[in-house]
């Protein structure tokens, strides 16, 4: 089993919808979890971070993080096809080093 | 933040020889890193390269088919020696310039290998 699962879809979805992607993990001493975003060709770049469990916001993005089930979310709201992209998460505990999904590819269709 | 370019940003290599990546960061930067990111898997860091010192391998990867250089604050090289069809993916390096806690990571823009 590996330690971070991210279906890596791809997902498609119409401009304007409620976009959910998620991760599950296993190692309980993941602290700090990220999403990443990834255009074709380029490397990754940093969405959004949270510390521990909540919810975090920051424009139509939301992250979400429940610990008790090892699982987060990142919700695009009103997503646009300048969204369309691959989404990754990363997880990393006290040792420092991030642990990866597979990533998800996701269309937004105009 | 950092800015960072890498080069080649694609090839197409025969088997048995050797590629070296360059990585270029706009600021000086403790510590780089190196991964490897396959077609609907997850990155796979290589190895971490701090200057000044030999690079750290991860599990599965070793020097002698990827040697790195990191001869001062804003360069380092990846070279993937002896290569076979199974060495085709995207290498990516990638800086922490601000030690954050939760170790945020700025990414080159890729080399695209494809050995025949």
């Known amino acids: 089993q590996k330690e971070v699962e991210q279906d890596p879809g791809p997902l498609s979805v119409p401009e304007g919808a409620i976009v959910s992607l998620n991760c599950t993990y296993s190692n309980s001493a993941f602290q700090y979890f990220m999403w990443y975003r990834q255009y074709s060709r380029k490397g990754p770049e940093l969405l959004m971070y949270?510390?521990s469990s909540g919810n975090k916001e920051d424009g139509r993005f939301t992250a979400q993080v429940d610990k008790s089930s090892k699982y987060i979310s990142l919700f695009i709201r009103d997503s646009q096809p300048s969204d369309s992209a691959t989404y990754l998460c990363a997880m990393s505990g006290s040792n420092y080093q991030l642990i990866w999904g597979a990533g998800t590819k996701l269309i937004i269709k105009p | 933040s950092a800015v960072i370019s890498q080069k080649p940003s694609r090839d197409i290599c025969q088997r048995g020889t050797s590629l070296t990546i360059q990585c270029q960061v706009d600021s000086q930067v403790t510590m780089m890193f190196w991964y490897r990111q396959q077609p609907g898997q997850s990155l796979t860091l290589i190895a971490t390269?701090?200057?000044?010192?030999?690079?750290?391998?991860e599990s599965g990867f070793v020097i002698d088919k990827f040697p790195i250089s990191r001869p001062n604050l804003t360069f380092s090289t990846l070279t993937v020696s002896n290569m076979s069809p199974e060495d085709s993916s995207i290498y990516l390096c990638?800086?922490?310039?601000?030690?954050?806690?939760?170790?945020?990571?700025?990414f080159g823009p890729g080399t695209r290998l494809t050995v025949l």
């Open positions: 390269a701090n200057q000044g010192s030999e690079a750290t391998y």
């Open positions: 949270t510390y």
């Open positions: 990638s800086v922490d310039p601000d030690r954050s806690s939760y170790n945020e990571q700025f």
